[in-house]
């Protein structure tokens, strides 16, 4: 997918204040920015609308290079190969890549909004219940953000080559869950492909240490099974309720990554299904030999296991369980966007017939907007 230099929106007046210098009403493209959903470091990501021809509206999620990175040389082709590389996948459990470019020097990209959460917040929610989350619920969603990692780990190249594509980052944070009980991996920023491997400095930590394969933390050559030993951990914390690599900070973790074999599950809890404690063990192994081969290899064994303890759950059933461990949540988001898209219409129609005359407002249009928004629940 070729992504398209968009012209700067001659209407819109920027605020340094705001995320990334854009403000509600600007146009990336066809997408119509609504409010900032998340502002981190690296990026922000907007909520937005895209109007199609035949009169559908669908929201999307707008990604913006931030205004601390958009001179780093390495951040800006890090983030431009993450919406090259990921527009690639065509997969259900892998976030959907729509289109990418830049805007004002600035590099976006486009993709789909996804109404769920990550792993990390169902985990920490249900642990404030003081109880693990249920293990057909479990198995569900690892088989499915299996299917997911093996779609991105297959990606070609236009000539039909493999690319090589390994994640790098396969944490909590990266599997989400959505309302509707769909599994997403998402976040490819730190991938490695095999044509732009160059991109990482020599030495950078990239990812989070906890999850990291032995060969990375050792700095030494990586594959897909690198993804997989992550996997693993992340298998393991939604098992036994913790991670198998705790060090009181990311170097002591690094160095249990390396050089200590982790506790087997089922002398935590005896009650771990014998073939669920081989997996996961299977999936932590030190050499990369031993381990699963593929995240499809792994996902046939988690399904057998799912067979045996006769745990099934339905999409239906896991988007259930994430409703009820983020209560109104869901309705929230909704409304927020709603009342968005509401004020997003009333400046495009004021700006749009300037001259009309407007019933008195103390506040220009985009600071009552700004102002409703703000006051609704944030997104989670």
């Known amino acids: 997918m070729v992504g398209e230099r968009v012209a700067k929106d001659p209407w819109s007046d920027w605020n340094d204040d705001d995320p990334g210098n854009f403000q509600p009403g600007d146009t990336i493209g066809p997408y119509e920015l609504l409010f900032p959903a998340a502002v981190g470091g690296m990026a922000a990501v907007w909520a937005a609308r895209l109007r199609r021809p035949n009169g559908t509206v669908q929201i999307v999620a707008v990604k913006l290079l931030s205004d601390a990175m958009r001179g780093d040389d390495d951040a800006r082709a890090m983030f431009l190969d993450e919406a090259c590389t990921a527009s690639r996948i065509l997969h259900p459990n892998v976030v959907h890549i729509l ?14 909004w996804i109404d769920g959460a990550p792993i990390a917040k169902i985990f920490s929610n249900q642990k404030a219940k003081r109880a693990l989350l249920p293990l057909g619920w479990v198995l569900h969603v690892m088989i499915d953000a299996c299917a997911g990692l093996h779609a991105a780990h297959e990606v070609r190249d236009d000539t039909g080559e493999l690319l090589n594509l390994i994640h790098r980052d396969v944490t909590p944070e990266n599997v989400m869950v959505t309302f509707d009980g769909m599994v997403k991996v998402v976040d490819f920023g730190v991938a490695k492909t095999r044509a732009r491997a160059q991109i990482s400095r020599v030495g950078a930590i990239k990812g989070k240490t906890g999850y990291f394969s032995p060969e990375q933390v050792m700095g030494g050559a990586l594959d897909r099974r690198s993804d997989l030993f992550s996997m693993g951990v992340l298998l393991y914390l939604l098992v036994t309720g913790h991670t198998p690599f705790r060090g009181k900070g990311p170097l002591e973790a690094m160095q249990q990554i390396a050089n200590r074999n982790p506790q087997p599950p089922r002398e935590i809890m005896p009650e771990v299904h014998p073939e669920l404690d081989r997996i996961i063990m ?99």
């Not at 289109?99 to 789909?112: F, S």
């Not at 299977?282 to 290899?297: H, T, V």
């Not at 949540?329 to 300037?354: G, N, S």
């Open 282 to 380: 299977r999936a932590l192994a030190k050499n990369p030999n031993d381990r699963y081969q593929s995240a499809a290899e792994l996902r046939r064994d988690l399904e057998q296991v799912s067979l045996a303890v006769g745990e099934s759950y339905s999409d239906k059933q896991v988007g259930q369980l994430v409703r009820d461990l983020l209560p109104g949540v869901a309705e929230a988001r909704k409304e927020r966007i709603d009342q968005a898209i509401e004020e997003l219409d009333r400046i495009l129609a004021e700006r749009a017939h300037p001259h009309k005359p407007q019933a008195a407002r103390p506040e220009d249009a985009t600071e009552v907007m700004l102002r409703r928004i703000s006051m609704l629940p944030i997104l989670q």
């Open 99 to 112: 289109a990418y470019g830049e805007v004002r020097d600035r590099p976006y990209l486009a993709m789909e």
